[in-house]
């Protein structure tokens, strides 16, 4: 099957783009030799990672924002607060730079320092909170929410609170781009969907995208173990179940974004077999991949198997493993949590050493 679909000669628009906001989106979708090659199937990343911000969540902070700017709700030169592991946080300040607001991120300590500091270098005001359960009035989503609340006590319209997890203005522009980009660039080929739920913006907007045109298309869920949707597809009931090491994905609750989506199949997926694609995918495609991506590509192989060789199926390639090297890539910490170590990567640190 030629997947091979990208034009040789890109149109004028292709080269160009006016604005960071136009940068963001059209991403490219890379073929996985090894994920295919085992499965007789298709498998296709969404390269999210060429983003210019260097996440998914680029795409997110600007439909949030481009629909607040449309209803008004925030104004010239006011604040974008928001709440977030930390890709939210940088796509949200860099879209505010480029179009003059100033923001303030609120995030849980526990992220990667990497990601901390890239949050810190976009010039946004970082505010680092314990890491405590939603239902603690202390969790970085309700912190966040108050912040603007007061802002706007004492000055009216200063502050906009963008609410990545229940605004579903998230899980609509994934509808209208990344869901229609996957149909266009396969063609209408896709037969299945996967990928990793935070908000729940990605997996519930592509998942109302490709059934709109296509009602078989099945959609999968792959949950990192810690997390309780997958138990809740499965079962009905928010459980969870031991930890994992990747970041900005996995949840205790259903979100606005997460509830519609349409979801058919849901894995929970160990550490041990996200974070070994994740290397594989780096030595032997010459991708390097945040943890999600990891995750997702093992529910794409999941789905690959229970649908048998000949399909066609869709992931997301979330950010970069630049921003992990201390997690993903780090022997020591590897070793600690029985996360298998490549030989290369191994000798990469005995090496510097
Ligand atoms: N991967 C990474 C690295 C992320 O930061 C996020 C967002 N928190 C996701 C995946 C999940 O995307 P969504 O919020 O659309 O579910």
Known sequence: MNMHIAAKHPSPEMILRPDFAAAIGNTPLIRLRRASESTGCEILGKAEFMNPGGSIKDRTALGLLDDAERRGLVRPGGTLIEGTAGNTGIGLALVGNSRGYRTIII??????????????MTGAEV????????KDPGHFAHRARALAESMNDQDPGSAWFANQFDNTANRDLHENTTGVEIWEQT???????????????????????LKARKAGVQIGLSDPMGSALAHFINHGELKSEGGSISEGIGSSRITANFED???????????????????????EEGLCL????????AGAIRLARELGPGHVIVTILCDSGTRYPRKLFNPQLLHEKNIPVPAWLEQAFTEAA
């Open 107 to 120: 995030m849980p300590e526990t992220q990667s320092a990497e990601k901390i500091a890239a949050v810190r």
């Open 127 to 134: 505010r680092l909170v314990p890491a405590v359960p939603y």
């Open 187 to 209: 063609r209408g080929r896709v037969d299945g969907f996967v990928c990793a739920s935070g908000t729940g913006g990605t997996l519930a907007g592509v998942g109302r995208a």
């Open 261 to 283: 989506a349409p979801i058919d199949r849901a894995w929970s997926i160990p550490d041990t077999e996200s974070v070994p694609l994740v290397h594989e995918l780096l030595i």
């Open 290 to 297: 945040g943890g999600s991506s990891g995750v997702n590509v």
